[in-house]
């Protein structure tokens, strides 16, 4: 027998969401849309003073509860600091979005070829894309399986589930800077996807769902050579807007999805298809 509207799943009310990454590219939309769904949401970011801009406006735009954050995902005290205060701000996280990604310090060794990538450079880039979500997993998530509920959703990438195709690159650039998919980026997308399988497994028993987000390539200040020569390789002809994403989020955060856990949900306009 249906007790309530299947409407009511979606229903994130008073629900704690953690948003890694919260002001970049893809955090903003994605808070956006747990707080519309009625979510309180911690904004967590590295830049702390972008992580109070997005808190604010969030708060003025939903009426919800939004704290801001700052935490360097790299460094487990950060981590562990961080976690006490959005808990003792806003209450137990009920949601987490493992987002925090990051290019490193230096952008044109975040680009350099194969051959000349700097360990430093993979190095550094890892800390953050696999270290860092696993750091943030591993605090969150314990608390999570303690009280045996929560959902966990992480970003992974397009290319932590296929390679990038070069070719697309020749005469690209982002911001006005030439750019390629470094194979440390493709490596811990792809650890990414192992991670949250891993996990999903690990928690199933503690009532914690584990599930990952593959976005599609996303408009972000690329050039029209690149946005062009990327549309024509994914079947609906073009590059995905970052708030595209907040459906599948939203989805894999609430009760809709309480029997999906260890799913890989690529949100790419059947790029992966092909």
């Known amino acids: 027998m249906m007790t309530e509207s299947h409407r009511e799943l979606f229903n994130l009310n008073d629900r704690v969401a953690l948003v890694t990454g919260g002001g970049g590219i893809?955090?903003?939309?994605?808070?956006?849309?747990?707080?519309?769904?009625?979510?309180?949401?911690?904004?967590?970011?590295?830049?702390?003073?972008?992580?109070?801009?997005?808190?604010?406006?969030?708060?003025?735009?939903?009426?919800?509860?939004?704290?801001?954050?700052?935490?360097?995902?790299?460094?487990?005290?950060?981590?562990?600091?961080?976690?006490?205060?959005?808990?003792?701000?806003?209450?137990?996280?009920?949601?987490?979005?493992?987002?925090?990604?990051?290019?490193?310090?230096?952008?044109?060794?975040?680009?350099?070829?194969?051959?000349?990538?700097?360990?430093?450079?993979?190095?550094?880039?890892?800390?953050?894309?696999l270290d860092g979500l696993f750091l943030v997993a591993q605090q969150v998530g314990g608390r999570m399986a303690t009280r045996g509920r929560g959902s966990i959703v992480q970003t992974s990438s397009i290319y932590g589930l296929m390679a990038p195709d070069n070719r697309i690159y020749e005469g690209s650039f982002y911001l006005g800077r030439r750019i390629g998919t470094p194979a440390v980026y493709s490596a811990t997308k792809a650890g990414v996807i192992g991670l949250t399988r891993y996990l999903a497994t690990y928690w199933a028993e503690q009532g914690v769902r584990v599930n990952c987000l593959v976005p599609g390539g996303i408009e972000s200040g690329q050039n029209d050579t690149f946005k062009q020569r990327y549309g024509a390789r994914v079947p609906l002809g073009r590059m995905a807007r970052a708030e595209e994403m907040v459906g599948a989020v939203v989805y894999l955060a609430s009760d809709a999805a309480s029997y999906v856990t260890g799913q890989v949900l690529a949100v790419d306009g059947g790029l992966s298809a092909w």
């Open 26 to 129: 893809l955090g903003p939309h994605l808070a956006a849309g747990l707080a519309d769904f009625g979510a309180d949401v911690a904004i967590v970011d590295i830049n702390t003073d972008r992580a109070e801009e997005v808190a604010t406006m969030l708060a003025e735009r939903s009426g919800r509860r939004v704290v801001a954050v700052g935490c360097d995902v790299t460094d487990p005290a950060s981590v562990q600091q961080m976690v006490e205060t959005v808990e003792a701000d806003l209450g137990p996280v009920d949601i987490l979005l493992n987002n925090a990604a990051g290019k490193g310090r230096d952008l044109e060794a975040f680009f350099a070829s194969t051959e000349d990538y700097a360990l430093e450079t993979w190095r550094e880039i890892s800390a953050v894309n």
